[in-house]
Every structure is written in structure tokens, then in C-alpha cells.
């Protein structure tokens, strides 16, 4: 019997690089829990776990890192709230469960998973997905859990300065930028993860805090099946991250996917259709994102056509790989 190399990757969204991109210290940080993200997820799946498995698990770490826009860390609304999306998908039969605008569910994916294992429903959202969480007996917390200051002078800046960019602003705000290598006003922060298990079996997750400065209510693409995630045995696992708007409107993960099935394409040619053609041609440099692919056959697909997206992968027992800018 042929053993399949397992495969992981995963991203902590994709972004412009800021001002402060030559800060090292900073981006030895995101590597470092890039890579022992990349690691943990790696040792799940060189031990026989499920791409279910590996994909919650790493997006349950990147949930719990307050460097990214998911879990602890998430970013605000703009009435200075947290609302969160996530969502997974198992490729071997479509099952996927997924949950929006929730603001006390400590691990959003685990949420998703348990929605997805109930099968009664696909999506929940607001105080019924809350509701359900607790049924099932995951941690609730108090939404201020979420809430990093960095994250609350992110939205200040936001949404107070409104038409003024980062690089007119003062020395407060650039001491704030040279914390992170992408410029955290701009990044789109979402988490995800894709996996290839030993079984030839294909899973998908992504986890966000949504848009810095959202309205209330809002719900972006990556808790929506077929648009920010989605994953089939037949072709790949997707997760995305960018503009949701027009994620959702182009179905992109979904996009990725039927490109590989009717049309023949390749993993690499789809997403690159997807990322650098579909999604800037709806809407310009607001189609901006990227996303993270696998297929059945363990080729990977990291695209994005903005200036960088935090991203590591690894493949069977090989060192895992982590990156930031191109
Ligand atoms: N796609 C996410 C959303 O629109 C944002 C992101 O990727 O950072 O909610």
C-alpha cells in the first residue's frame, strides 16, 4: 500500500506592507508562531490524524494567537464590538458547518465543527449559534476576551481618521505600524488552514474577526461555504482571505474548485485565475486578498495579489516553510 505525504498549510491573512516592513523582530514573531503552528498540525497528520483534525487544530492556535484577526485579537465592528465568522468543510462528503456574528464563543472553528458533526444545519449564526455552543458544551467567554489594544487604536485610527492613510499620520501611529510587518490597517486578517491526511482525504477552515471596522451585523465571506472556504476529495481544500464582499461575490473557493472539475484546469492555474484575474476584475484593488489551496494529489497553491500574506506550510516530515512578503 502506497502511504500518502500528508500536507498542511495555513495563512494569517494577507495584507500591504507597511512602513515598518524591516522591523525584524516583528516578523520574527509571526514566523515563529507560523512555524509552530505549521509543526503541531504537521506531527497531528504524520500520526494518522484526520485533515478535519489538523485544520481545527490549526486555526484553534491561530484563534487563540492575538497576532491574528481571529479568536483573541479579533478585530472591531464599529461600534467597538467583536463579531465572528468561521467555518470548516470535510471533503470526503461535503459535510461542513460553519457559524457568524457570534461574540462569546472563545474558539469560533470548534463552534463550526460542532455545527458541522450535528448535520442538522450548515450555518448558525448571532445568539442561536451562541446558544448551541454552549449546548454542546464549549467555552463561552466575555467578548472583551477578544479585544487587544492594539486592535482598539487599529480601529481608532480607522474610523476616526477616515479619509487620512497611514503614512500622513504621526509618530503614535507609526510606532503602532512597526509592530507588524504588514501594515495591520490594511491586512485582511483572517486565519485558515487547508490539509491533505495519509488518507488521500481533503479538509478546509477559516476563522476571522472580519473587517476592522465592519458595521454591526456584517457577515464577510469566510464563515459562507463556497466563497471563503470550501473543500471536495474530488479536486482541493481552499480557504480564503480578503475584500469578503467580493470574495462572495465571485464564489471563490468555490470558483477554485469547479475550474479544477470542469474545466481541467490545475490547482496552480485555478487559483491563479481566481486570485489574480476573477477578484480584481469585479472590483479593482478591492478584490484584494489571496487564498491557501491543496489538492489530491498534494500540490499547493499559496496566491495572493497583494503585497504579502502571512503563510507557512509543510509537507510529510519535511521542515515546515514560513513566509510573509513574496
Ligand atoms: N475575508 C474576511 C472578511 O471579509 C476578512 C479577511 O480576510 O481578513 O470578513
Redesign the pocket.
Known amino acids: 500500500m502506497t502511504t500518502i505525504s500528508p500536507v498542511i498549510a495555513i495563512h494569517g491573512?494577507?495584507g500591504t506592507i507597511s512602513a515598518a516592513a524591516l522591523s525584524q523582530d516583528a516578523a520574527r514573531g509571526y514566523h515563529e508562531a507560523l512555524h509552530a503552528i505549521v509543526q503541531a498540525t504537521q506531527k497531528l497528520l504524520l500520526r494518522g490524524g484526520t485533515a478535519v483534525d489538523a485544520v481545527c487544530l490549526a486555526v484553534e492556535m491561530l484563534e487563540d494567537c492575538p497576532l491574528f484577526?481571529a479568536g483573541h485579537g479579533a478585530v472591531f465592528t464599529h461600534d467597538e464590538t467583536h463579531e465572528l465568522?468561521a467555518a470548516v468543510m470535510d471533503g470526503i462528503d461535503l459535510r461542513a458547518g460553519a457559524i457568524a456574528g457570534v461574540s462569546r464563543i472563545r474558539r469560533p472553528v470548534r463552534a463550526a465543527r460542532a455545527v458541522m458533526e450535528d448535520g442538522a444545519h450548515v450555518l448558525l449564526a448571532g445568539a442561536g449559534a451562541e446558544a448551541f455552543a454552549r449546548e454542546r458544551g464549549l467555552q463561552l467567554v466575555d467578548p472583551s476576551y477578544f479585544s487587544t489594544e492594539a486592535r482598539r487604536a487599529q480601529l481608532h485610527r480607522v474610523r476616526d481618521a477616515g479619509r487620512v492613510t497611514l503614512d500622513h499620520d504621526g509618530a503614535a501611529l507609526a510606532a503602532a505600524a512597526a509592530e507588524a510587518p504588514l501594515d495591520e490597517d490594511r491586512?485582511?486578517?483572517?486565519v485558515g488552514a487547508v490539509a491533505l491526511d495519509v488518507r488521500g482525504h481533503l479538509a478546509a477552515a477559516t476563522s476571522?474577526g472580519?473587517?476592522t471596522n465592519?458595521r454591526v451585523g456584517r457577515i464577510?465571506?469566510?464563515p459562507l461555504i463556497g466563497a471563503?472556504t470550501y473543500a471536495d476529495d474530488r479536486t482541493a481544500a481552499v480557504s480564503?482571505?480578503?475584500?469578503?464582499?467580493i470574495?462572495i461575490r465571485a464564489a471563490a473557493a468555490y470558483d477554485v474548485c469547479a475550474r479544477m472539475r470542469y474545466a481541467g484546469q490545475s490547482l496552480a492555474q485555478a487559483s491563479e485565475a481566481v486570485v489574480m484575474q476573477t477578484l480584481p476584475a469585479i472590483a479593482g484593488e478591492g478584490g484584494s486578498?489571496g487564498l491557501i489551496a491543496v489538492d489530491r494529489e498534494g500540490h499547493l497553491s499559496l496566491c495572493f495579489n497583494t503585497e504579502g500574506m502571512y503563510r507557512g506550510h509543510a509537507r510529510g516530515a519535511e521542515a515546515p516553510f514560513t513566509a510573509i512578503h513574496r
Not at 480564503?240 to 464582499?245: A, F, K, M, V
Open positions: 491573512g494577507a484577526n465568522d491586512k485582511m486578517g483572517t476571522t472580519g473587517m465592519k464577510g465571506d469566510s471563503g480564503c482571505t480578503g475584500s469578503g464582499e470574495f486578498g
